[in-house]
């Protein structure tokens, strides 16, 4: 039932076209004064209005993408179809920075990048999709979260018909769901900050689905998405990270880089054992230094390994000297070499190899970096990856975002699976 109450005064309806009224029940005109009607041309008439039109029902039209705040820094894997849309320092189209490169590599200032539709177009078929009504396709987000962990998710709305309530759909034996921040309901776009928390309760064997439900004139509609990957499968990783003297000077951990690494682990469903040595193994001997070494402008020592590849297996022979490194013969074995001319080598990409050397001037995101490398990772603006992103455009791990001063934390579900087989 409707109603329009007018209490006092006059009411003028003004129409410069036709004016048809219909109703599916009686339609009653009482006055307690005069009823008067006038047809100036043709008179007036009873009995032969025309039919009234099909009555359309409202249409339901919002749609709510949900994007990782701000202060998201890889804590769980979060890859969607980036459309600038989010508050992340990095966020670029993906529409725009997933193509090709010419024959010069990226990083040569020359090197020309393309971007690809057809490329673009393959890349979403990395997301499943829906049609949102009076709005384009929706790709829904990637995820990935393990038992006990939680993330905490913005939203980005677009309302054109308000609906009356929305609501999430989803496991309740498998997360817990905590409404951070209620949705906007009104007509426009708006970007609400922390919307949800969503905590994993258990393991889980299929794609999880977390829907957002809207309703109007009880009729419901999904207007938004989110797919878990299944975490019931998690690969064990063994990663020690051993300094290296040389020259006096001894390499060390650097800044956040055990949890940026650890991050990473987790996006990709891997449980990280990392190791952190306290004792170094020092290498300096004349056929090192010949090998190894450089001078710099000022004439000291320097360590340099920029043509020479193998410095990777000179410093495995050091430290399996000591028998009781054998224990360490099966994992991943980071050596923290003094500065150098490089900030880390990674012997090869997804080899057998499982030897990366890091430098003391690297940031703190290097070392994930190349132990991603060792594990089957090209650069995400290499030719020879399954996608092909634009240099400094990703806050991917595998990109050289640090160039332009900005963190790198991120990966993506092709890279999820290379990692980790299993998903
Ligand atoms: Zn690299």
Not at 193 to 209: A, G, P, R, Y
Not at 403 to 419: E, P, V, Y
Request: hydrophobic content about 35%; charged content about 30%.
């Amino acid at each position: 039932m409707s109603r329009i109450r007018i209490v006092g005064g006059k009411i003028t309806k003004h129409t410069v076209g036709t004016h048809n009224m219909y109703a599916e029940e009686s339609i009653v005109f009482r006055s307690d004064k005069a009823i008067s009607e006038k047809g100036e041309e043709k008179g007036v008439t009873y009995g032969k209005p025309k039919k009234a039109p099909p009555v359309v029902k409202s249409l339901l039209k919002c749609v709510v993408e949900f994007r990782p705040s701000k202060d998201w820094k890889g804590e769980f894997g979060f890859d969607w179809n980036r459309k600038s849309d989010s508050q992340m320092p990095v966020d670029e189209k993906y529409s725009d920075v997933v193509g090709k490169y010419g024959t010069l590599y990226a990083t040569n200032p020359k090197a020309i990048f393309t971007q690809s539709n057809s490329l673009y177009i393959k890349h979403l078929l990395e997301y499943e999709m829906f049609i949102v009504d009076g709005y384009s396709r929706y790709y829904v987000p990637n995820m990935t979260l393990m038992k006990n962990e939680k993330a905490i998710l913005d939203a980005a709305i677009e309302i054109s018909e308000q609906p009356d309530s929305m609501c999430y759909e989803y496991d309740e034996n498998i997360f817990q769901i905590t409404i951070l921040e209620k949705l906007s309901n009104k007509k426009g776009k708006h970007y609400n900050d922390k919307v949800i928390e969503i905590k994993c309760l258990k393991e889980f064997s299929s794609v999880q689905k977390i829907e957002l439900i809207a309703t109007k004139d009880k009729i419901n509609k999904k207007v938004g998405q989110i797919n878990i990957l299944p975490n019931n499968i998690v690969k064990d990783v063994n990663v020690v990270f051993i300094p290296v003297r040389h020259n006096s000077k001894t390499g060390a951990v650097k800044g956040y880089e055990l949890q940026i690494l650890n991050n990473a682990f987790k996006q990709s469903y891997i449980k990280g054992s990392i190791i952190q040595l306290s004792k170094y193994i020092e290498v300096g001997d004349w056929w090192f230094d010949l090998f190894f070494t450089t001078k710099d402008k000022k004439g000291n020592t320097i360590l340099d390994t920029s043509n020479v590849r193998s410095i990777h297996r000179a410093l495995d022979d050091k430290f399996f000297e000591d028998k009781k490194n054998d224990i360490y013969k099966d994992y991943y074995r980071l050596y923290m070499l003094p500065d150098g001319t490089l900030n880390g080598v990674a012997e090869d990409i997804g080899g057998n190899a499982k030897v990366v050397v890091v430098y003391q001037g690297r940031n703190d995101s290097t070392a994930p970096h190349e132990l991603m490398h060792a594990m089957g990772l090209y650069h995400t603006f290499d030719n020879d990856g399954k996608f092909t992103y634009k240099l400094h455009k990703t806050d991917n791990i595998m990109d050289y975002t640090h160039q332009a001063g900005k963190s790198r934390f991120s990966t993506n579900k092709w890279q999820w699976k290379i990692l980790n087989s299993k998903i």
